[in-house]
């Protein structure tokens, strides 16, 4: 049933022709009257609606926010997501250019983006699980991260940009409570209504994990990071859901969670969407390491040239190997929670409400149990060490 509040409607394919028609500087990036403009809705993602729309001059994307998450209609949510997308879009677009698709319009009374179309791309997840991914696009994440996050930290941009953002982000609660619930509190959770029921191969595992007070600690700690650690303007949701492929043309897309916080949370949950998927196929780990040392060196050569530049209020007065010696502790810094934050992501897409398609490519139910208890190890080894894993090499020998 479509909500309609004063002026907010939920769009179906005829109200969003009507609507585009009525802005004519979208109207002609489609071309031709509005009855030919062929407009199909993705079912895809968990929050919003999405609509693909082509027309005889060029093609548009549409996503507005519904009232409750798509997939779980009786989860109420409030539709203010839209406009933390379009401001993370707006707030990251010089930075990272061409590796985001290009917002067009946003109404803030209909929760509507309008943006560049990616027909032609395949989301990163479904193109690992077809084998249709070419190696290499890691390398474009890694510097998508770097780009934003140096352009909306500390080091790079004078302290009034990063105390804008922290104004322009705090308010997107709703989505942050989900990360806190979702991510780094239900899967620890015994009994929690929204982890599904595991599988019964798994409770033994899960019991462990549950039970383990050192573990638990950890959690602790990172969920303290993530909330008080107010480094850069993250993505929030960086997995490779959110990412769109189309042979090396790499678009991240999605940044409806966007917040200020820990560099190493929007790493480490890429970081671990590449390792679950490792656990799922491990015939594919040795190019799935590869991508993660790709993914490792584009953000660490950008993150460096964009530290060593400066241009902020922090370090203004370190020079030469003194500049250097604190962007390598910073880089460590971010590595310990990058390892962290992988291990929750792990260990959030095996038991909680969340989990991934790429468990699907196991052959039989024994390996896809023995694929998750593969994950929920590594993502318990990866959060229990994460204080100790300061250097990548550290960081790589974890994943044996
Ligand atoms: C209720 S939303 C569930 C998950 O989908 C989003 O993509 C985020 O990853 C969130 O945790
Ligand atoms: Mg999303």
């Known amino acids: 049933m479509p909500l309609r509040t004063q002026s907010y409607v939920t769009l179906d394919a005829a109200g969003l022709r009507d609507w585009l028609a009525g802005r004519p500087e979208l109207a002609a990036r ?10 199909r809705e993705v079912r895809d993602g968990n929050l919003n609606l999405v609509f693909l729309i082509d027309g005889p001059q060029g093609g548009l994307c549409a996503k507005q926010a519904l009232p409750h998450v ?3 209609p009786d989860w109420k949510m409030p539709l203010d997501r839209a406009l933390y ?4 879009m707006r707030a990251v677009a010089d930075a990272v250019g061409s590796a985001a698709p290009e917002l067009y319009a946003f109404d803030a009374e209909m929760y509507l983006l309008v943006m560049e179309s990616l027909d032609g791309h395949a989301v990163l997840r479904s193109a690992l699980i077809d084998g249709a991914a070419k ?3 890691s390398a474009a994440i890694g510097r998508y991260v770097a780009r934003a996050c140096a352009a909306t930290g500390w080091i790079a941009r004078p302290f009034e940009h990063g105390s804008r953002l922290l104004e322009e982000f705090s308010g997107n609660t709703a989505l942050t409570r989900i990360t806190v619930d979702l991510i780094l509190t239900d899967p620890f959770r015994d009994g929690c209504p929204r982890n599904p029921a595991p599988e019964p191969g798994l409770t033994g595992e899960i019991a462990a994990l549950r039970a383990d007070a050192a573990l638990l600690r950890e959690v602790g700690a990172l969920q303290e990071r993530f909330l008080t650690a107010r480094e850069a303007l993250l993505h929030g949701d960086l997995h490779t859901g959110s990412i769109m492929i189309r042979e090396s043309d790499v678009r991240v897309i999605d940044g409806e969670f966007a917040t200020m916080g820990p560099i190493g949370f929007d790493c480490g949950l890429y970081l671990g969407n590449l390792l679950l998927h490792a656990c799922a196929a491990p015939r594919k780990t040795a190019f799935l ?12 050569a950008e993150f460096r040239a964009r530290l060593t530049e400066g241009g902020g209020d922090v370090w203004p007065l370190l020079e030469g190997e003194e500049r250097r010696k604190a962007i390598d502790a910073s880089i460590a810094r971010i590595l310990r929670d990058t390892a962290g934050f992988c291990g929750l992501e792990m260990i959030r897409r095996t038991v909680g409400f969340a989990q991934v398609a790429d468990y699907a490519l196991c052959e039989t139910p024994e390996a896809r149990i023995e694929a998750r208890a593969r994950a929920l190890r590594l993502g318990r080894a990866l959060i229990r060490d994460h204080r ?7 960081f790589l020998a974890r994943l044996q």
């Open 135 to 137: 190696p290499g696009f």
């Open 388 to 394: 100790e894993i300061s250097t990548f090499e550290g």
């Open 289 to 300: 390491r590869e991508e993660i040392a790709a993914f490792q060196a584009g953000f660490e």
């Open 30 to 39: 489609l071309g031709g009257p509005a009855r030919d403009w062929c407009i």
């Open 85 to 88: 997308e379009a401001r993370y």
């Open 70 to 72: 798509r997939v779980a």
